[in-house]
């Protein structure tokens, strides 16, 4: 998985400029019979700009309860304070067919490889 051109800018020197800050990723999952969204897992490490995360093998159970159809989010999240940056959305079923570059705001992207 890569994410590129990320935008993490964070309020540095008491708020009053930006500075990158240290982020998770996160991949998610619906949770069933709701629209809200739980971490399956977060990839090892803290980061600070565009990455090339370790490939990881997650059981289909795990990642979407076995359901291709079940809505999947891929986020970066501050480190320290928790506040989302950015989250990319798609499916088991999307990610089968192909269509693995996801797009975020902007400009930040995210590439599934080897899926």
Same mark, same amino acid.
């Given at each position: 998985?890569r994410? =590129?051109?990320? +935008?993490?800018?964070?309020?540095?020197?008491?708020?009053?400029?930006?500075?990158?800050?240290?982020?998770?990723?996160?991949?998610?999952? !619906?949770v069933?019979?709701?629209?809200?969204? %739980?971490?399956?897992?977060?990839?090892?490490?803290?980061?600070?700009?565009?990455? +090339?995360?370790?490939? =990881?093998?997650?059981?289909?159970?795990?990642?979407?309860?076995?359901?291709?159809?079940?809505?999947?989010?891929?986020?970066?999240? +501050?480190?320290?304070?928790?506040?989302?940056? +950015?989250?990319?959305?798609? !499916?088991?079923?999307?990610? =089968? %067919?192909?269509?693995t570059?996801?797009?975020? %705001?902007?400009?930040?992207?995210?590439?599934?490889?080897?899926?």
């Amino acid at each position: 998985m890569r994410l =590129q051109n990320v +935008n993490n800018l964070s309020g540095g020197c008491m708020g009053m400029c930006l500075e990158p800050a240290p982020f998770v990723i996160e991949i998610q999952k !619906t949770v069933p019979g709701s629209n809200n969204f %739980a971490t399956v897992v977060t990839c090892p490490g803290i980061f600070r700009g565009s990455v +090339n995360v370790p490939k =990881q093998i997650i059981p289909l159970a795990q990642l979407c309860n076995s359901d291709p159809k079940a809505h999947l989010r891929f986020i970066y999240r +501050n480190y320290e304070t928790k506040r989302e940056f +950015n989250a990319f959305n798609t !499916t088991l079923e999307d990610l =089968q %067919a192909g269509r693995t570059t996801l797009n975020g %705001a902007v400009n930040t992207n995210i590439i599934i490889e080897g899926f």
